[in-house]
């Protein structure tokens, strides 16, 4: 079973800073989504990626999958940004649903 | 464009009610359907999975069930509902294979009482 830690758990910036988060797993996957839960509890995704680099916006993330890590940078934070983020991990079953593992999450507060 | 759906958004039941959260997918077909909750201070948790209509699969025993009468409508059920239940309860969907993204319903907030 494919362990997946986050880390911080928790973490509060000033507008502006730059924002790191990471996602390291136990187990080769297949890929691995970065996702945004909202307060209200909405998630979305934000990238899946399964080598390298993906940018979007604001929001980078990097993998790198000899190490079993993975993070999500935020560049000039702002307090829209606010939410949890989760890493999950796939492992691709190839007989039927795919196999995703969650990180618990990090909260992220950026404060104006 | 696909959408998902889900609902009710938020209910309180007593211990012992029944339960029925309701998720249906537009846009495409023959999608993978999943069940998760979300418990406080936990990370999401697979609870049920289906790859077509009538296909069921359970990751976690427990008094929940799950039903896939259409190809596009996944219901997860309880006869009666338990104090740990309340949770967050996510419907999301994928294309099976490696390279497709999930994609996630709004939630259901449900509190048993």
């Known amino acids: 079973k494919n362990e997946v830690e986050q880390s911080p758990q928790n973490l509060t910036a000033q507008e502006g800073e730059f924002i790191t988060i990471n996602c390291s797993y136990s187990?080769?996957?297949?890929?691995l989504h970065w996702l945004q839960q909202h307060p209200g509890g909405g998630i979305v995704s934000l990238f899946m990626?399964?080598?390298g680099k993906k940018k979007h916006g604001r929001l980078i993330a990097t993998i790198n999958i000899q190490e079993k890590h993975s993070s999500l940078h935020i560049t000039a934070s702002h307090p829209r940004d606010s939410a949890v983020y989760i890493c999950?991990?796939?492992?691709?079953?190839?007989?039927?649903?795919?196999?995703?593992?969650f990180g618990k999450g990090t909260h992220l507060i950026i404060q104006p | 464009s696909q959408t998902i759906h889900q609902w009710p958004a938020t209910l309180v039941q007593p211990v012992g009610s029944p339960l029925s959260l309701e998720c249906t997918v537009e846009?495409?077909?023959?999608?993978?359907l999943y069940w998760y909750r979300q418990a406080a201070g936990r990370g999401l948790q697979l609870l049920f999975y289906?790859?077509?209509?009538?296909?069921i699969s359970s990751e976690v025993p427990q008094n929940l069930s799950a039903s896939r009468p259409q190809d596009r409508q996944f219901i997860l059920s309880s006869k009666k509902l338990l104090l740990s239940d309340s949770g967050f309860y996510l419907c999301?969907?994928?294309?099976?294979?490696?390279?497709?993204?999930?994609?996630f319903g709004e939630g259901s907030w449900l509190t048993v009482v």
């Open positions: 999301a969907w994928s294309r099976l294979g490696l390279g497709n993204t999930i994609y």
């Open positions: 187990v080769g996957i297949s890929a």
């Open positions: 990626l399964s080598s």
């Open positions: 999950a991990v796939l492992v691709y079953s190839g007989g039927g649903a795919d196999g995703l593992t």
């Open positions: 846009g495409t077909s023959n999608p993978n």
């Open positions: 289906s790859v077509g209509i009538g296909q």
